[in-house]
C-alpha cells in the first residue's frame, strides 16, 4: 500500500473519502478521489486497489490533511480501494469501483439498429 503520515494519534474513523474513483473508471484513464482527515490527530493512511489486474497509485498530500489519489486500472471489472488508517479500512471501505473498458475498446460497426415504421 501507498503510504502517507499525517499525525501520531489515530484511528479510521477519523477519514473520510470520496469522489468518482471510488465508484467507476475507465482503463488507461485516472480514477481519482480525496482522502480526507477529519480534525489533526490521524495517523498513518495507506491505500490498495484490488481488481482484475495491478493498478498503479499515485497520491499528493496536500499538507493540510487531504489528499488526491489516482490510480489507473488496466483491465476492466470491478476494484476494491482500499482506504487505511493505521492497518485498518476506513467507513465504507473497501469502496466498489466499476471499471469501464477504454473508449477504443468499443466497436460502434459491431452494433446492430433497425428503424422500425409504425
Known amino acids: 500500500p501507498f503510504e502517507v503520515f499525517i499525525s501520531e494519534d489515530a484511528g479510521p474513523q477519523k477519514v473520510r473519502a470520496w469522489g468518482p474513483g471510488l465508484e467507476t473508471?475507465?482503463?488507461g484513464k485516472s480514477a481519482d478521489f480525496v482522502v480526507e482527515a477529519i480534525g489533526t490527530?490521524?495517523?498513518t493512511l495507506?491505500?490498495?486497489i484490488e481488481g482484475p489486474s495491478q493498478a498503479k497509485i499515485e497520491c499528493d498530500d496536500k499538507g493540510?490533511?487531504?489528499c488526491d489519489v489516482l490510480y489507473w486500472p488496466t483491465e476492466p471489472g470491478d476494484y476494491a480501494v482500499h482506504v487505511i488508517c493505521d492497518d485498518e479500512d476506513i467507513k465504507d471501505s473497501p469502496f466498489?469501483?466499476?471499471i469501464?473498458?477504454?473508449a477504443n475498446d468499443v466497436f460502434p460497426?459491431?452494433?446492430k439498429y433497425h428503424h422500425i415504421i409504425s
Request: cysteine-free.
Open 64 to 66: 493540510d490533511g487531504s
Open 25 to 27: 473508471g475507465m482503463v
Open 96 to 98: 466498489m469501483a466499476h
Open 109 to 111: 460497426e459491431k452494433v
Open 100 to 102: 469501464l473498458p477504454a
Open 41 to 43: 490527530e490521524v495517523g
Open 46 to 48: 495507506g491505500f490498495s
